[in-house]
C-alpha cells in the first residue's frame, strides 16, 4: 500500500512539468499534517518547487540555460482563479505589459476578480487579487478586458497615436461578434478607440 508521498508522487508525475498544485489537491492523501510533511520532503527531493504558501509546481530543468523553469506568475495567478472559481482581468501596468504597451515587468500584478480580495506573494512578486462587480467581469473577449484596462491605466486623453493605432491594431483579429458585444460595455471613451477595430 502507498504511503502519502509516493500517492502524491503519481499524482504529481500525471501532469506536465510546471503544472500548478495547490496543497488541497492531495487531500484524499493523508491528513494536513501527512500531506504538509509530503510535500515538504518532496521539496527537498527537488521533485516539487514551493512557489508561495500552499502552491508547488514541478520545475523544468533547462540543459542549455542550466536553469530550473517554473510557471510565470501569470499562469500561478489563472491556476488560483480556476481553483477558486473565479474570474480575474490583469490590470494597470501588468495589463499594458501583456499587450505590449510597455515594456517594464511590474513587481506586483493586480488582478480584478468576483471572487475574494486577496494577496498572494510568490517569491519577490505580489499577486493583488481585487473583487469587483459582476460588470467589470462580463467582456466576452479576454483581449477586450486588457485594453480596456490598459487604457484606463493610461487615462482619458493621456492616449498617443502610436498607443491607439497598436490597440486598434490588436482588436483587429478578435471576432467581430466578442468585440461588438464589448465595445457596447466598454467606458465612453475607450468604446471610441476599440470601435475604429470594426470592419468598415
Known amino acids: 500500500m502507498k504511503n502519502t508521498e509516493e500517492n502524491i508522487l503519481t499524482e504529481i508525475n500525471k501532469k506536465n512539468k510546471q503544472h500548478v498544485f495547490f496543497t488541497e489537491d492531495f ?3 493523508g491528513t494536513a499534517s501527512a500531506v504538509k510533511v509530503a510535500l515538504h520532503r518532496l521539496v527537498k527531493r527537488n521533485i516539487l518547487s514551493r512557489l508561495g504558501r500552499g502552491i508547488y509546481a514541478q520545475p523544468e530543468y533547462s540543459k542549455l540555460l542550466n536553469l530550473e523553469l517554473l510557471p510565470d506568475i501569470e499562469k500561478i495567478a489563472k491556476a488560483i482563479a480556476k481553483r477558486d472559481r473565479a474570474k480575474i482581468i490583469p490590470t494597470g501596468s501588468y495589463a499594458l505589459h ?3 504597451l510597455s515594456t ?3 513587481m506586483k500584478l493586480v488582478y480584478m476578480t468576483d471572487a475574494t480580495a486577496r494577496k498572494v506573494m510568490i ?3 505580489e499577486i493583488v487579487f481585487k473583487r469587483t462587480a459582476a460588470k467589470n ?3 466576452k473577449s479576454e483581449l477586450c478586458m486588457l485594453v480596456v484596462q490598459a487604457l484606463k491605466e493610461i487615462g482619458n486623453g493621456k492616449v498617443s497615436k502610436e498607443e491607439e493605432l497598436k490597440v486598434v491594431d490588436l482588436l483587429n483579429k478578435e471576432e467581430y461578434h466578442k468585440l461588438k458585444h464589448d465595445i457596447a ?3 465612453q ?3 471610441e478607440i476599440m470601435v475604429k477595430a470594426l470592419p468598415k
Open 98 to 100: 501583456a499587450l505590449g
Open 27 to 29: 487531500r484524499q492523501y
Open 123 to 125: 517569491g519577490n512578486t
Open 189 to 191: 471613451w475607450i468604446a
Open 137 to 139: 467581469l462580463s467582456y
Open 185 to 187: 460595455i466598454a467606458p
Open 104 to 106: 517594464q515587468v511590474p
